[in-house]
């Protein structure tokens, strides 16, 4: 009786093990296809009634059918947003604006295992520690999608750390960050991430001037110590890393350089950044003698728009004239100033945003406190720059005249910052103070009814950036923005103090003032800045690792990949190494002894083949949490200081018996 039983255990779970091996489990039964409806209508009957009962207007019809996605279709859209000071970047499907994936970036995220003691991703974050201090967090501003001829090729991503001037880079075969670099000479950062048409450089503007390599100099001193910097970190596209070894970096006065933006097309070559506090204020200061900063920096009616050619840049880079300060090549102000790689154009009133044009031929800047955007020419910027020009700033720049390089000029309402474009030869730009979008046209060779306000668009509330499809390539789709507002105020349910923002969907498909607000979408993790959207199709991840054994890091077979068969224990010492298999349903071995003081080495490999059978790894009392893909490999490392029984488990529902997937640690005291 009792060997029958123990049979029928035995032979169920070989079945449920073998359903959920060869994925049986999911197979459903498949609804009969239902045809799509005629293009003239014939909504079913039951739809009005639904709308009226919920009492939708027409046009949140026709929102809501913009928006759906049904299951088991796709978005055509993928907007990476920063995700803030959450530290992370948001991966979100349009035009159905749900939330795909959350990267961990410079802050440890449980879910993907990043930062909670995988050796691989506590060794990437620790490339963003600052001095003695580890950093696990970071303020996400500006993320970069790599560009192969100014367009986006799908397959790196970058993004800036706003508060410890950090830049990562992102791998979008498996979406996750492989990279984080420390800025050695800069201790904040802004105008970054962008890249250069090619991905050549990831360019790292400055913010809030310091010394170079952020030493101590007293404040009183700002005019000769306190420096903006400017990096152009290189990218190699075939190791997927930033090669410090080969960037530069280029001294600028401590004006603080805000925004950047790389031309492209016919500005290939030339990198634009906004700057505020060309007052050089320095504060109130203990005895408050001083404007306090916000009245300081905003003394003037202009500021600096900085010119700077990268190309030349890199020629003198190359030809060695710079100086090497903390590992890195910075060009001297001086020599930036002597070779013509730096210039400026004044810009009305404390600017924030600058973008360039899609085919490289205008700059947009908004102004925070002035209710035009300018818009610059590169051509005239040449020929001003040709021409020469006897005017300098404190620090010896050229200056070029405002007018010599000024294209036109559009009123467009209260608090202009950023601007994006489409297929039509329309900009979007973000109006924080009146919480709209104005939509306006751009002059020749866009349009010939150009520079002028075509409409606007309520959001709510307080936008900051704008996204658009495609948007900083040089052919932008058009179809949708993307508003990213900072106040949400009253457009979802109260969840206390602490409201989330609100990203709103724009439908920008029909042309002159008409645009169409889609979809709420309320973002509860921080205050995202910016975001790119690319085409779906243009991403090719992988839905599993390539092969079993697979290191994230290395972007190949570990060498510590451990096979079904070939698990073990080997002590040396108090040096206990482990090789662990991991599959549906068990590790093994599923039991590790121990002795208070061991030193543990731990390698886990997954060697699923299935797409999502992706296996947790939860050690208690050790703060481990593991997330191991189909076919990647890991280690662990630790020092057994706290005896006791503990256990590991599996934290993702990967089969039947998923509850059955654990293991204990014991460590004798
Ligand atoms: S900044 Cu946030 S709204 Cu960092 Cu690009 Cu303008
Ligand atoms: Cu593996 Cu649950």
């Known amino acids: 009786m009792k060997r029958m039983a123990i049979k029928r255990t035995v032979f169920l779970v070989l079945l449920i093990t073998l ?14 296809p239902q045809a799509a409806l005629p293009a003239d209508g014939g909504l079913p009957q039951s739809a009005a009634a639904i709308a009226a009962e919920r009492g939708l207007t027409p046009d949140d019809v026709t929102a809501a059918l913009k928006t759906y996605v049904p299951t088991g279709k796709y978005d055509d859209y993928v907007m990476f947003a920063s995700g803030g000071h959450g530290g992370q970047i948001l991966v979100i499907g349009l035009p159905s604006m749900r939330i795909l994936k959350i990267i961990g970036v410079f802050t440890p995220e449980p879910w993907q295992g990043w930062g909670y003691g995988s050796i691989e991703s506590e060794a990437v974050l620790d490339g963003g520690n600052v001095g003695p201090n580890k950093i696990r967090w970071g303020d996400t501003h500006h993320p970069a999608l790599s560009e192969t001829a100014a367009e986006y090729d799908g397959n790196f991503l970058f993004i800036n750390d706003k508060a410890n001037a950090r830049v990562a880079v992102i791998d979008l075969r498996d979406f996750e960050t492989k990279q984080i670099i420390k800025n050695p000479n800069a201790i904040n950062d802004h105008g970054g991430s962008f890249v250069t048409p090619n991905t050549e450089y990831v360019v790292e503007g400055p913010q809030y001037a310091a010394p170079i390599g952020f030493g101590y100099a007293s404040i009183d001193e700002y005019k000769d110590e306190y420096r903006g910097l400017i990096s152009f970190w290189k990218f190699d596209k075939e190791k997927g890393r930033i090669d410090m070894a080969a960037s530069f970096q280029i001294e600028l006065p401590p004006y603080w350089q805000d925004l950047c933006d790389a031309g492209k097309l016919e500005s290939d070559g030339w990198v634009f950044c906004n700057s505020f506090n060309t007052e050089m204020a320095t504060g109130a200061g203990p005895d408050g003698a001083n404007p306090q900063f916000e009245a300081g920096v905003s003394k003037n009616d202009m500021d600096y728009l900085h010119i700077i050619n990268w190309k030349k840049a890199e020629e003198v880079y190359k030809a060695g004239k710079f100086e090497t300060i903390n590992g890195i090549a910075v060009i001297r102000m001086q020599t930036a100033i002597d070779e013509g790689l730096l210039y400026f154009a004044p810009e009305p009133k404390s600017p924030h945003g600058v973008d360039v044009t899609p085919r490289g031929d205008y700059i947009t800047i908004g102004g925070k406190l ?89 959001v709510h509330y307080n936008i900051g950036h704008i996204a658009s499809a495609e948007g900083d390539t040089a052919s932008p789709d058009g179809k949708y923005v993307v508003a990213l507002n900072k106040w949400s105020v009253d457009r979802f349910v109260n969840v206390g103090p602490l409201l989330p923002q609100n990203f709103q969907l724009v439908d920008i498909s029909q042309p002159g003032d008409k645009m169409q607000l889609l979809y709420d979408m309320a973002v509860g993790e921080a205050e995202p800045h910016y975001a790119q959207i690319i085409k779906a199709d243009k991403l090719h991840a992988w839905e599993v690792y390539p092969e079993v054994g697979f290191n994230t890091i290395t972007m190949a077979k570990d060498e510590n990949a451990v096979e079904s068969g070939q ?38 490999t997954n060697v699923e083949r299935a797409r999502d059978a992706t296996h947790g790894f939860a050690l208690s009392g050790y703060n481990i949490n593991l997330s191991l893909e189909p076919g990647e490999a890991t280690t662990i490392e630790f020092d057994a200081n706290l005896p006791g029984t503990f256990t590991w488990y599996c934290t993702e529902f990967c089969s039947a018996l998923h509850l059955e997937m654990l293991g204990y640690m014991l460590i004798k005291p």
């Open 567 to 604: 698990e073990r224990v080997v002590r040396n010492g108090n040096q206990v190494e482990i090789w662990m298999t991991v599959v549906r349903s068990h590790y093994t071995p599923d039991r590790i002894e121990l002795q208070k003081g061991d030193h543990v080495i731990w390698h886990l």
């Open 19 to 32: 359903l959920t091996l060869t994925g049986c489990n999911r197979a459903q039964q498949t609804p009969t």
């Open 370 to 458: 002035d209710p035009h955007v300018s818009i610059y020419s590169i051509a005239k910027i040449k020929a001003a720059i040709a021409a020469g020009t006897t005017e300098k700033d404190a620090y010896g720049v050229p200056v070029l005249k405002f007018d010599d390089v000024l294209q036109a000029q559009v009123e467009l309402g209260l608090g202009p910052l950023h601007t994006v474009y489409d297929d039509q030869g329309y900009a979007y730009t973000s109006l924080f103070l009146d919480s709209a979008v104005a939509r306006w046209s751009l002059g020749e060779p866009y349009r010939t009814d150009g520079w002028k306000l075509e409409g606007k668009l309520p």
